[in-house]
């Protein structure tokens, strides 16, 4: 009993250590910037993911699948960007890759950057003894996260699309004189899965490469969790408000910009958690840490001293 009191314990001084951290940083005040950059950067991200794609591969179906995705992870968001989205991808073949195609493709990444340097440096300032980054490197490693971005999702896309194969031609199946590696319901639960496992995957990459520090595996490994639950239960709670009361109530206030405050309301609460979860793994760095190490990173750190490091008390 006296452990699960401890424990108990521990785990309400470390939610009000992230969130005393997380309201430290502004983290309210940086998800709703993050938010505004997300309504200018999900279009250019899009177009830079589907059209190279489309072109190369020759492959329509992969726009609806990409759109599938956008509608899972980003809820409302069919009504800011589908028909915008039905427009741009028809402008795809060999004048994508002219000098001016080349070109409108750099413009592009730029535009997407915006969201994900936003992201870098919050995720960064997260962590009291990193040093910050000049703005040059944080577009920089918003580029690489557009790249991870688009290779996990284009395996996540395949592994679903393989599954799905599988899970129809298993379904045809009668009484079959082979063991099977998966039943129809194992198929089907790894199809619920994928998705979740793409978003911790990705949340951890994030937490564990992105702050200009140390980071240990089990630290990311815990932000990305919770960010992965919470924001599954957090898109939940919003599909059933926006879809039941939100919608129509945002609609009689807002008119036809209802479902671009509802999208940007959804991002709101998106980088909220995002950057929760990064508070959370710096919380859990401080409170385990040996004191002593905390100390010596803070000293190679650039910058002031933030009120977050332990002070040794005077003899």
């Known amino acids: ?52 794609s489309s072109t190369l591969l020759g492959r329509p179906e992969i726009y609806a699948k990409i759109m599938s995705y956008t509608r899972e992870f980003l809820p409302t968001s069919e009504y800011v960007i589908q028909a915008t989205m039905d427009k741009l991808v028809l402008i795809k073949g060999d004048s994508f890759w002219t000098l001016g195609g080349l070109f409108g493709f750099g413009a592009l990444l730029w535009s997407a950057t915006g969201v994900f340097a936003g992201l870098a440096q919050n995720i960064n300032q997260a962590w009291y003894q990193a040093s910050p980054r000049t703005f040059l490197i944080e577009r920089a490693i918003a580029v690489m996260m557009i790249a991870f971005l688009t290779v996990l999702l284009g395996v996540t896309i395949i592994l679903t699309t393989v599954l799905q194969f599988y899970l129809g031609w298993l379904s045809k199946q009668q009484n079959p004189h082979i063991l099977m590696p998966f039943e129809q319901k194992s198929t089907a639960l790894l199809l619920v899965l994928i998705p979740l496992l793409f978003t911790f995957t990705f949340f951890f990459l994030m937490y564990r490469f992105i702050p200009n520090t140390q980071v240990y595996w089990r630290e990311a490994a815990w932000g990305a969790l919770f960010s992965t639950v919470f924001g599954e239960f957090t898109k939940t709670a919003f599909v059933l408000w926006y879809f039941f009361l939100g919608a129509e109530g945002l609609q009689n206030v807002y008119g036809g910009m209802s479902a671009v405050v509802g999208f940007m309301f959804w991002m709101y609460l998106s980088s909220m958690i995002i950057l929760l979860g990064a508070n959370l793994s710096a919380t859990l760095a401080f409170t385990n840490r040996p004191p002593e190490t905390l100390m010596q990173e803070q000293k190679a750190a650039q910058g002031p001293i933030n009120i977050f490091v332990p002070i040794e008390k005077k003899k």
Do not use: C, D
């Open 1 to 52: 009993m006296n452990f699960l009191w401890q424990r108990i314990k521990y785990l309400a001084a470390l939610g009000w250590g992230t969130w005393n951290r997380f309201s430290e940083v502004k983290g309210s005040e940086a998800a709703a910037a993050i938010a505004y950059y997300a309504l200018f950067s999900l279009i250019p991200l899009l177009v830079l993911v589907i059209v190279p």
